[in-house]
């Protein structure tokens, strides 16, 4: 993402254009999924210096004006993506961790309902698959077991 795009969505969503933001955000263009250890390593690669508690910062203010969206695998670490505003749900491996973005097959939110809503007006549900990736099946270990 070039900076200026960076910029000009910033602007769109009512978020201050600074040089971390920007930073964060094409970081996490470029790193889809990524969780924040791995996001601060690039982000850093390209500032020089920002502590992660200051990419939490941003994260939030992200995901707070629509610009990012945090995903939590069950036993792994928050994730974060860019793609958002559409009702897509997500692959991860059980070995690796790749997480893959899938279309919903039913289109609109919420694509399941509960039983029972308990009186909840329920606007979405997050479904996550959870496999083996390509790599991961053909992986030598993997063969040999079976």
């Avoid at 020089?48 to 941003?58: C, F, H, N, R, T």
């Avoid at 995903?71 to 993506?81: H, T, W």
């Avoid at 279309?103 to 039983?115: F, I, K, M, N």
């Amino acid at each position: 993402m070039e900076v200026r795009e960076a910029a000009v969505l910033l602007r769109a969503r009512g978020v201050r254009v600074t040089a971390p933001r920007l930073a964060v955000l094409g970081a996490l263009h470029d790193l889809p999924h990524t969780d924040v250890d791995t996001l601060t390593q690039a982000v850093v690669g390209r500032l020089g210096s920002l502590s992660k508690q200051a990419v939490y910062d941003i994260l939030d203010a992200f995901v707070q004006a629509g610009l990012a969206r945090r995903i939590q695998p069950a036993g792994g670490p928050a994730r974060f993506e860019t793609r958002t505003g559409d009702n897509h749900h997500h692959l991860v491996c059980r070995a690796c961790g790749r997480t893959v973005d899938v279309d919903c097959a039913v289109g609109a939110a919420p694509c399941l309902e509960p039983s029972t809503d308990e009186a909840f007006v329920v606007d979405e549900a997050e479904v996550t698959f959870w496999g083996l990736c390509p790599t991961c099946q053909c992986a030598p270990q993997r063969l040999a077991n079976q």
